[in-house]
């Protein structure tokens, strides 16, 4: 479906009302898989409400993702627990040494990275989440390992047969 006919019909799902903005977004990212810039900026217009209040939400709600999905998930609970046993320390290290936003996905497309509070586990704290799999007492070099050890695919060759 085009985006504009997409926004469209989810505008209309709702009757435009403001107050449904969230869910209007829950819709987009699910036909998506993720909130695109043009989708959001003509769904801001289409609402009459500026383009940077979609963004406050997209970003308040760690639900919504700004950037296609990765090949992984990591997951990085950042609840207290986690936060005191040095999570806040390994989220920085993930986003500087992966070039990944909260949110976002890096640039090579191995993995999403999301930050949450409290995965219910807080005995085990710190804990990350890759692919659903747990890993506990995790610390900035087992997280370096780890990433790195994760597996990218190639992408689909492309003109194949053109020879
Ligand atoms: S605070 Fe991290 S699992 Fe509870």
């Given at each position: 479906m085009a985006d504009e006919t997409l926004v469209e019909e989810i505008v209309r799902r709702y009757d435009g009302e403001i107050g449904m903005l969230i869910p209007m977004m829950q819709d987009l990212q699910t036909a998506c898989g993720y909130?695109?810039?043009?989708?959001?900026?003509?769904l801001a217009e289409r609402l009459e409400v500026p383009l940077s209040r979609l963004y406050a939400v997209a970003t308040f709600y760690s639900s919504f993702r700004l950037a296609p999905k990765g090949q992984h998930?990591?997951?990085?609970?950042?609840?207290?627990?986690?936060?005191?046993?040095g999570a806040g320390a390994i989220s920085e290290m993930i986003r500087e040494a992966f070039k990944v936003e909260?949110?976002?996905?890096?640039?090579?497309?191995?993995?999403?990275?999301?930050?949450?509070?409290?995965?219910?586990?807080?005995?085990?704290?710190?804990?990350?989440?890759v692919d659903g799999k747990y890993y506990d007492g995790v610390s900035k070099d087992s997280v370096l390992k780890i990433l790195h050890g994760l597996p990218l695919a190639e992408p689909a060759a492309k003109g194949e047969g053109n020879k």
């Open positions: 909130l695109a810039v043009d989708q959001l900026k003509r998930e990591v997951t990085l609970c950042v609840g207290t627990v986690c936060h005191l046993k909260a949110g976002g996905t890096t640039p090579d497309g191995l993995f999403s990275f999301q930050p949450v509070n409290c995965v219910g586990a807080c005995a085990l704290a710190p804990v990350m989440i």
